[in-house]
C-alpha cells in the first residue's frame, strides 16, 4: 500500500492546476469533466451510421498529435490512408473536403494547404491503415510503436471490424472478446485506447443513442462510454443543425453528462461550439 501511495502522490504533483491528467481531447467542456483521456483505460466512441463516427477519431488524434505532440497511433481499418491524410488536412487547414478532392483549389486554399503540410508531417501521428488485423497484430504493433519512439494514445476505426483471435459461433461474444481484449492492451500499454463503434439504427421513435444500444461486451469493458448524436441526422428541420451531442453515457472516473459540439462536414472534423464561426 506504501508503494501505491508513493505513486499516487507523485501523480498529483504532476496534475495542471486546471485537472488536466490525461490526453487532451480539444474539447474544454469534456476535458473539464473527464480531465482528458485517461491512461489505461478504453474509451468507446460509438453512433449510428452518418454520425460522424470516424471523423470524430481524427478529431481527437489532431487533438492530441498535432497540438499537444501526444505520440498517436491511428489504427484505420475502415478509412484509407489517403482518406484518412484527406480528412486531417481539410480539418487542420480548414480546407474545403469537395473541393481539394476535386482539386479546385483557389489561391486562398493552397496557402492554407502549405501551412498545414509541415505542421501535419513533423506531427507525431502514425496511420496504420491496413483492412484486416487482429487483436494480436494491434497489440504488436502498438509495442513495436512504443519501444522506437514511445505512444501515448491509440484510436482504432473500429472496433467491429477488428479480427477476433479465436472464432467464436457467436458473434456478440465475439465482439465481447475483441473489446476485453483491447480493455486489457489499454492497461499493458499505459495509454488510453479509443476504440470507434458503429450503432445499429434505433427501432424507437426517440432515436437519439442510448446506452443499451452497444453490445454489452463493450459496454463492460469500457470505462468511458461517448455516443454521438446529430439532431439534422433525425429531423431536417431541426434548428440545432451542424450541432452534435456528445454523450457521456458511462464514466467510471467521474459524473455522466452531454457536452454541445460543432460538426462542420466541409471540413472532416468536430469543433468546439465556441468555435462556430470558425
Known sequence: MRDELVGYLEELERRAPGGMVGVPTGFP????????????????VAGPTAAGISTFGLTLARMAAI???????????????????????????????????LG?????????????????????LMIDASPTMTVDAIATACRQLRERIGLGLVIIDEVGLIQPTRPLENPARERGEVARSLKLLARELTVP????????????????????DLPEGERQAAGLVML???????????????EADLILAKHQGGPIDVVTAVFQGRYCRFAPITTRSL
Open 228 to 242: 454521438l448524436h446529430r439532431p439534422e441526422l433525425d429531423d431536417p428541420w431541426t434548428p440545432r443543425r451542424d
Open 193 to 212: 485506447v479509443v476504440a470507434l463503434s458503429r450503432l445499429p439504427e434505433p427501432r424507437r421513435p426517440d432515436r437519439r443513442p442510448m446506452l443499451a
Open 29 to 44: 467542456d469534456l476535458d473539464r469533466l473527464t480531465g482528458g483521456l485517461q491512461d489505461g483505460t478504453l474509451i468507446v
Open 67 to 101: 497540438r499537444a505532440s501526444v505520440p498517436t497511433l491511428v489504427l484505420s481499418l475502415d478509412l484509407t490512408g489517403g482518406q484518412v491524410i484527406h480528412r486531417l488536412l481539410c480539418a487542420e487547414g480548414s480546407i474545403d473536403s469537395q473541393r481539394l478532392l
Open 104 to 124: 479546385r483549389l483557389d489561391e486562398r486554399d493552397w496557402a492554407r494547404l502549405t501551412r498545414v503540410l509541415g505542421r501535419v508531417a513533423d506531427a507525431p
